[in-house]
């Protein structure tokens, strides 16, 4: 009986040690697996306070919850440098198993491309490049939404304002050039085309609406500086601009007028039209409406053929027809009529009525023009001839914009 009672102990310990075995080598696999999971890295060049990037990570994480994409399949690298910093968060992101890695910024774009030919299995996605087309990479990839489309119809939200400023007898003598023009604003990053595009859609949407005005545009060379975007808000509004644009990503410029607004600083109000996100919570009183993108969709398209292990395009743009672009909520402050101005310009450019870069709106040098050639190439060389049957293809030829050509009744002061 005793030895019946050892041999029967002896089997079940057997049978408990094969059973612990088998979970402790299925927990290990779950593990492996686990770790092994594919990952998704993002680089950017801010992180939650700066406008632009904050609009990414809203995308980003819109995307993902409507994919089922989990928050820990996604790594953020938050306020990197436009230097050899970008390269190295790349490769530590693809050896934390990232296999499809993206970055939000211009400057982001030369690294990017250094890992991408390193890593062919991960793919790359530089958003504002340009490159991508040129690069021979199938794994590197660019995209930008036609924001010069919300650009034209923050444009005509601003031509309604001073329509209303003009008629109404609110302007002063300092809000005129010496020729009886409106004077407006714009604080702009660089002299990137990028800018010059968003800027000219937003000079042709107010003369769309209010044709006497001349435009003036000072860079803080930045795309994020807060204090040199409020300086050069201030010191526009100080030259008598009634309206300030712009292409910068902080919300210094609108801060600064209203602050102007409620000291009444220069005996005249100047009203605000920002950049990605609603300036209204800082400029409730001057803030009339900012052009935006709405970046889930890139990211919707993007990370469904990741997850589908399916290729992406070289070269991603969409416009108002997909929701891509918008203008944000309208202020207040803004003119009677103007939602209804702002409907009809939305339906106009997606039914491709409305062409924002129509050269019949514009001359160049005092002459409608008749040629205007766009660097499609990422060489910084204008070769190719985008005005065709009358107006210039922004973004068709590659995503990110390259219409570069200065029209007249804009005058950059530095």
């Not at 005996?267 to 950049?275: H, Q």
Request: hydrophobic letters at 40%.
């Amino acid at each position: 009986m005793k030895k019946l009672f050892t041999l029967l102990l002896a089997l079940m310990m057997i049978f408990t040690l094969a059973a612990c075995s088998s979970n402790s080598g299925g927990e290990g696999e779950s593990k492996e697996e686990e770790a092994a999971a594919p990952k998704i890295g993002v680089i950017l060049v801010g992180d939650e306070n700066e406008g632009y990037t904050y609009a990414h990570i809203y995308g980003i994480r819109e995307a993902a919850k409507v994919l089922g994409i989990a928050d820990d399949s996604i790594i953020w690298k938050y306020s990197v440098p436009e230097d050899q910093t970008c390269y190295d968060m790349a490769v530590d992101l693809v050896e934390n198993g990232a296999t499809l890695v993206i970055s939000n910024s211009y400057g982001h774009q030369s690294f990017m491309q250094q890992a991408a030919a390193e890593y062919p299995e991960v793919t790359f996605l530089a958003c504002t490049g340009d490159s991508a087309a040129v690069s021979g990479l199938a794994n590197f990839k660019n995209a930008f939404p036609q924001t010069y489309q919300s650009r034209y119809v923050s444009g005509v939200v601003a031509g309604m304002k001073i329509k209303e400023l003009a008629e109404s007898g609110a302007l002063v003598p300092e809000n005129f050039t010496e020729d009886g023009k409106v004077k407006v604003g714009y604080v702009g990053a660089f002299p990137y085309a990028e800018v010059v595009s968003g800027y000219t859609g937003f000079f042709l949407g107010i003369r769309s609406i209010y044709p006497d005005v001349e435009m003036f545009v000072k860079y803080t060379n930045s795309w994020f500086d807060l204090t040199a975007e409020a300086t050069i808000g201030d010191d526009l509004m100080s030259q008598g601009c009634v309206i300030i644009g712009q292409h910068a990503d902080s919300t210094g410029a609108p801060s600064q007028l209203q602050k102007n607004m409620e000291d009444n600083k220069y005996g005249f109000t100047a009203y605000s039209v920002g950049y990605n996100v609603s300036m209204l919570d800082v400029a409730p009183d001057v803030a009339l409406t900012s052009a935006s993108n709405g970046w889930e969709r890139l990211y919707e398209y993007v990370f469904k053929n990741w997850l589908a292990e399916s290729d992406i395009v070289t070269d991603w743009t969409a416009g108002y027809e997909d929701n891509a672009v918008m203008i944000t909520e309208l202020g207040q402050a803004c003119a009677p009529g103007t939602a209804e101005a702002v409907a009809e310009a939305e339906s106009k450019i997606m039914s491709g009525e409305l062409h924002v870069f129509d050269a019949s709106t514009f001359t160049i040098g005092g002459e409608t023009p008749t040629s205007i050639l766009g660097d499609v190439d990422a060489d910084f060389v204008p070769e190719t001839e985008c005005l065709i049957d009358g107006y210039f293809h922004e973004s068709e030829f590659r995503s990110a914009p390259y219409f570069a050509a200065r029209i007249d009744g804009i005058t950059e002061l530095n």
